[in-house]
């Protein structure tokens, strides 16, 4: 299993950035998945997470409102939409699958990690 997030980058305080998380393999849809960041000096925190069929979602309390995970299993692709975003929201961000098909709450919940993507949010 590979998983490839992309689309993080620089943007304004109250801009947009829309991450995408690409996974290899036939059983994406079997996977509850998740997206954590990590800024500089920090310990590894979720973001948010997805059950396998999307029908449960969690958001970590700093982001809730603002920002949105979904995904598509026909194109194996999560997604974490941020809107209105600060400045500590800077960090670099990573998609990861869950050891089962619910959400997992903890970086011990998953067994596959993406590579990161890096978000910048100037104020």
């Known amino acids: 299993v590979q998983l490839q997030a992309f689309g993080g980058g620089l943007v304004q305080a109250g801009g947009s950035l829309r991450l995408s998380c690409a996974a290899s393999?036939?059983?994406?849809?079997?996977?509850?998945m998740g997206w954590f960041r990590q800024a500089p000096g920090k310990e590894r925190e979720i973001v948010a997470a997805?059950?396998?069929?999307?029908?449960?979602?969690y958001y970590e309390d700093s982001v809730k409102g603002r920002f949105t995970i979904s995904r598509d299993n026909a194109k194996n692709t999560v997604y974490l939409q941020m809107n209105s975003l600060k400045p500590e929201d800077t960090a670099v961000y990573y998609c990861a699958r869950a050891k089962g098909v619910a959400i997992a709450y903890s970086p011990r919940g998953y067994d596959y990690w993406g590579q990161g993507t890096k978000v910048t949010v100037s104020s």
């Open positions: 393999g036939r059983t994406f849809s079997n996977y509850g």
């Open positions: 997805i059950s396998w069929r999307g029908g449960s979602t």
